[in-house]
């Protein structure tokens, strides 16, 4: 199914920023929520939508169409390291095969990203995005770059989403903000070239929200609000949920001392979740177990030790029985 958000922009930032991106610049998209392959339904729905908005309208469509012999595409790989390999190099690698995947200019984003889905969920859409190698719209860049980033303990990962406005319409981007080594950074996808990869190298994230700020400035955009979350968490299996927008900052309300506060207090606060332990992962049988459509709600629950617990001192006491073989007495 297709699904697209109407309303006014008022109405739409009370709501769940996973809807946000549904709408760009007051062009609203669709979302493929059938999965892939895409349904005879959602192909030919995204057919018509390029062919209402793209310049070429439906002369495009019938072009790429009707060619029966179009090149195949590379499939990007996904980037391995060696133990030796600096963070730096390592985020820029993983930036280049985000890039590699392009930009999903289709008006259809391919992967459906509910963001109240816990972590070990949309991990497994982000190993989905490394099999299927198609372009990928801004949220998805962010689900696939935590993916690409669990096995870097070194480095911390969180949110970092941004509302502007142009001529009368507002825009929504989100990036994943990076934190090593005393250094912030970013990793996403955008249209613009300066508005999504950022290199290790700002002191703080006051630095890095101001690089994105003259980023929109060069375009005639005002950044009106900044949404950051807390630090992800490195286990692919959590069950945990991605906090989103911790602090929801109104930039164009605060003055730039304000703006420092503010984003050093978020900064502690990231800091601080560090020392706090993570709910446990399931089991692999709770795994398995979890959403299965043959249980039903009021359907006990399986234990999983087969050993009944008991009081501490207390032990069980084995009926001994004597045996006889040939002549012999056996206790078992």
């Known amino acids: 199914m297709l699904r697209v958000t109407v309303g006014s922009a008022e109405e739409r930032d009370e709501e769940d920023e996973g809807e946000e991106e549904l709408r760009d610049g007051g062009v609203p998209f669709y979302v493929n929520r059938g999965g892939l392959p895409m349904d005879e339904e959602t192909w030919e729905r995204m057919w018509r939508h390029v ?29 391995t390291f060696q133990p030796t390999t600096t963070i730096p190099l390592r985020l820029e690698a993983i930036q280049k095969y985000i890039r590699e995947l392009q930009y999903n200019h289709t008006g259809t ?26 372009p990928i719209k801004c949220l998805e860049a962010v689900i696939l770059a935590i993916h690409l980033t669990n096995n870097m303990p070194g480095v911390e990962r969180f949110p970092l989403s941004f509302k502007s406005q142009f001529s009368g319409n507002h825009f929504y981007h989100i990036v994943l903000g990076i934190h090593s080594g005393g250094r912030f950074g970013a990793l996403g996808i955008s249209r613009r070239e300066d508005l999504m990869f950022k290199p290790l190298e700002f002191r703080t994230l006051l630095d890095l929200v101001q690089e994105f700020e003259g980023a929109y400035r060069g375009y005639w955009h005002t950044l009106r609000k900044i949404k950051i979350g807390q630090y992800v968490s490195h286990d692919p299996h959590s069950v945990e949920q991605i906090e989103w927008k911790h602090s929801i900052l ?47 709600p009021g359907s006990p629950l399986r234990r999983i030790s087969r050993v009944e617990r008991r009081p501490s001192g207390e032990k069980k006491v084995l009926e001994q029985k004597p045996t006889d073989i040939n002549g012999y007495q056996i206790r078992v």
Do not use: C, Y
């Open 109 to 134: 984003q391919f992967f459906e990203i509910k963001k109240s889905r816990p972590l070990t969920a949309l991990m497994d859409i982000a190993k989905e995005m490394t099999r299927e190698a198609l």
């Open 51 to 79: 062919a209402r908005m793209h310049p070429g309208g439906e002369a495009l469509a019938k072009d790429i169409r009707g060619v029966m012999d179009l090149p195949k595409i590379p499939v990007p790989s996904v980037p």
């Open 250 to 296: 109104d930039v164009d309300k605060l003055s730039k001392e304000e703006l420092r506060k503010e984003l050093e207090r978020h900064t502690r606060d990231m800091r601080l979740k560090i020392g706090k332990p993570a709910p446990p992962s399931p089991t692999k049988d709770r795994r398995n177990s979890m959403g299965s459509p043959l249980k039903g």
